[in-house]
């Protein structure tokens, strides 16, 4: 009796279990994938949100779940309505719709205005509400982790709101700590590559939680340690680094009305825009993360970023001092230092623009010597830092006419014009080995025997420049020296290389001439790599060289193969058919034929 009951509950449990079916989403993984795929691993929320839009359309009709043809009929999606996962992934999928949008506007050129913050609010309070419902469909119709993945993201666009509200902190604080809570204790669990999710959510996560304790007064942070937060990439931190840039918005209005000069190579500038002393501060603060000693460590597209960053805050301030210029009027004092302004920030950005080249230069370099680097790109050719020589040397020299152009020079000019001259000649000599070493690579020796000895010329000349010089860079004066003793060794390589293909010239000569024949056919002048497995030789030829790989002849040669033999029909010829005229119809004849036979 006993197991009749038990078997009886058995079977109750199995049918509960297939009507009402628990639903497994992986909702950080699938989140994460879909984002770096559509836009957010380059801080495209326009991208994103047009592929969530794109995915809910599919989703609909897929599931024939369409709001009506013509009139807009609203279907809620409720417990009783989800019959299989695709149901949630509407719900989800419709709050990054909504949160995507709402830091679209976020990232505005110049921020949003009154306006567009209500209408991003508003869409930040959509995101809240489908992610809400999403969670408490995912309890009930989910598996349990996928139950803790949908409240871990329904507390943290919770968080998100009252984190652009500016207020609540307490609140904002619960909700990203129970964020936070969720995806370490799903950190410890599952697949490596789900853990390593997790974990970088909670790193995400973390300066949020700490900007929160900082608003709410339990932590004392420093606006340094803000900084080095926001130095960190994320979509989850997009909200925090917007937060932040508007306080460093705020302090820089503030320190800008103390700043009243600007000084360069010797000269003082006043300046009396708001906006003009605002764009130079944040391009200071840019160059102080550029040249500090943690600048070292950081990536070459970061850097390359800085550097974006820094000319765009230049280029505001000359647009304002440009704009100051045209309103001036008569008043030839304020136009003298507007225009002694414009030239100090012009030749500032002249400065930026061969440091950012010159740190392309040295990423090119880094690659030369490998085929491909980690990243699948290809590898740098040496035309290709030819070119960028090209554009510093022109950059130098736009840069030394502009300081030079003007009547009374202070001795700082003279020295910072005599600095980039140097610079320019140490171009000039990495430009000439750089084509030498193109010519080399196409086989050319005489061409870059001498430029070889022309880029060694140039080093030497540079070198005793900036030996005699009292103020010279010694880290300059290093790559000079090994400059020079690189072309020393390149050009006995290629003396040595010459003298090699002249030595060889006879033997090539031979060969070609007794391949020759008198019919004008000419036998095959190398055998293919088949041909000769057992022999170890190359059939790729020189990396300078434009021949053909000669691995296997193709198309293939026509073969001889055996066929069915042919029957010929010889008694075909000497067979007598009988006549059959007497068969044929005959033709009918006329009155007039008749008569004349």
């Known amino acids: 009796m006993g197991k009749e009951i038990e078997t009886s509950a058995m079977e109750i449990d199995e049918k509960t279990t297939q009507t009402n079916p628990k639903f ?13 795929q559509h836009g957010l691993r380059h801080g495209d929320y326009t991208r994103y949100r047009r592929y969530c839009t794109a995915r809910l359309r599919r989703l609909y009709k897929s599931l024939k779940f369409t709001h009506g043809r ?23 999928y419709t709050a990054e719709r909504a949160w995507s949008h709402a830091m679209e506007k976020r990232q505005l050129p110049d921020g949003p205005n009154a306006r567009q913050r ?88 973390e300066p949020s939680i700490r900007y929160c304790l900082h608003k709410v007064g339990e932590s004392k942070i420093q606006t340094s340690e803000l900084l080095d937060i926001g130095k960190m990439d994320g979509p989850a931190l997009d909200l925090f680094k917007a937060k932040l840039e508007a306080v460093m918005d705020e302090a820089r209005t503030q320190q800008a009305a103390s700043m009243t000069e600007f000084h360069w190579l010797g000269h003082r500038f006043p300046i009396s825009n708001a906006k003009t002393r605002v764009s130079i501060l944040k391009a200071q603060e840019l160059e102080k993360d550029l040249h500090s000693l943690d600048a070292d460590s950081l990536p070459a597209d970061k850097k390359l970023g800085i550097f974006d960053k820094v000319f765009a805050a230049y280029h505001d301030a000359r647009s304002s001092i440009r704009t100051d210029l045209v309103t001036a009027g008569n008043a030839e004092n304020v136009k003298d230092d507007l225009s002694g302004l414009d030239k100090a920030v012009s030749a500032i950005l002249g400065q930026r623009t061969i440091e ?4 392309l230069v040295s990423n090119a370099k880094s690659k030369l010597s490998r085929q491909r680097d980690d990243k ?49 000649l140490v171009f000039r000599a990495e430009r000439c080995f750089y084509l030498a070493k193109s010519y080399s690579l196409a086989g050319k020796r005489t061409e870059a025997y001498s430029l070889y ?27 000079v020296k090994v400059l020079y003793n690189n072309c020393r060794s390149n050009i006995c390589i290629e003396h040595a290389a ?17 391949t020759l024949s008198l019919n004008g056919a000419a036998k095959k002048p190398e055998k293919f790599l088949l041909e000769k497995l057992d022999v170890y030789e190359s059939a790729v030829g020189d990396p300078g060289t434009k021949g053909l790989t000669r691995i296997a002849p193709f198309p293939p040669a026509f073969q001889s193969i055996p066929r069915n033999p042919i029957v010929l029909d010889l008694a075909f010829n000497s067979i007598e058919f009988p006549s059959l005229e007497r068969r044929m119809k005959k033709e009918s004849k006329g009155f007039m034929s008749r008569l004349w036979g």
């Open 24 to 36: 497994s989403i992986n909702v950080l993984q699938l989140l994460k994938s879909a984002q770096m």
């Open 70 to 92: 013509g009139k807009y009929t609203r279907r809620a999606i409720t417990e009783s309505t989800i019959s299989e996962v695709r149901y949630l992934h509407v719900v989800l």
């Open 118 to 205: 209500i209408y991003l609010i508003g869409r930040l309070r959509k995101a809240v509400k489908w992610a809400t419902l999403f969670a408490q469909l995912c309890a009930t119709k989910g598996d349990s982790r996928t139950s803790l993945e949908a409240e871990a993201y329904a507390s943290y666009m919770k968080g998100s709101l009252l984190f652009e509200l500016d207020k609540n902190w307490d609140i904002a604080l619960l909700n990203f700590k129970n964020a936070r809570a969720v995806y370490e204790a799903l950190g410890k669990n599952g697949d490596l590559e789900n853990q390593v999710l997790c974990r970088e959510r909670v790193e995400e996560l």
């Open 356 to 359: 950012r080249n010159q740190l």
């Open 376 to 424: 699948g790109d290809k590898s740098t050719k040496p035309e290709g830092l030819v070119r960028l020589y090209d554009l510093l040397i022109q950059n130098i020299e736009d840069l030394t006419e502009l300081v030079s152009s003007g009547r009374d020079r202070k001795p700082e000019e003279v020295a910072f014009c005599e600095e980039y001259d140097f610079k320019g």
């Open 453 to 479: 000895c022309h880029a060694r010329s140039l080093a030497d000349d540079s070198l005793r420049k900036l030996q005699s010089s009292t103020n010279a860079d010694k880290v300059m004066i290093q790559e």
């Open 498 to 514: 010459g003298i090699m293909e002249e030595l060889k010239a006879p033997e090539k000569l031979s060969k070609g001439v007794s």
